[in-house]
């Protein structure tokens, strides 16, 4: 059964860190691009990151150079170190394939107090 599971979310104050994980389940997942996206409330789904299978990485302009993609194939996990974070980066976040997305997981909450 195909299962992504993310956690690592919380409250957090501005310019503090978090480190989000993501535990994928029932997939080849060393062989497929992965990325991090998040849902503000009342916006739509965006792509932070991604981070291809050879582990070259990309990120949206608003979190470059602050946010980090990372994985672990071994451990069938990914994870988004996030750094100086913003109110801004208030969201759920949610891990996913880069593209032919599997079914989406719970998310984790991340808030960011100003």
């Known amino acids: 059964q195909v299962q992504l599971v993310e956690s690592g979310g919380g409250l957090v104050q501005a310019g503090g860190s978090l480190r989000l994980s993501c535990a994928a389940s029932?997939?080849?997942?060393?062989?497929?691009?992965m990325g991090w996206y998040r849902q503000a409330p009342g916006k739509q789904r965006e792509l932070v990151a991604v981070?291809?299978?050879?582990?070259?990485?990309r990120y949206a302009d608003s979190v470059k150079g602050r946010f980090t993609i990372s994985r672990d194939n071994a451990k069938k996990t990914m994870y988004l170190q996030m750094n100086s974070l913003k109110p801004e980066d208030t969201a759920v976040y949610y891990c996913?394939?880069?593209?032919?997305?599997?079914?989406w997981g719970q998310g984790t909450q991340v808030t960011v107090s100003s």
């Open positions: 996913n394939r880069e593209n032919n997305y599997l079914t």
């Open positions: 029932g997939i080849l997942f060393s062989i497929n691009a």
């Open positions: 981070i291809t299978s050879g582990g070259m990485t």
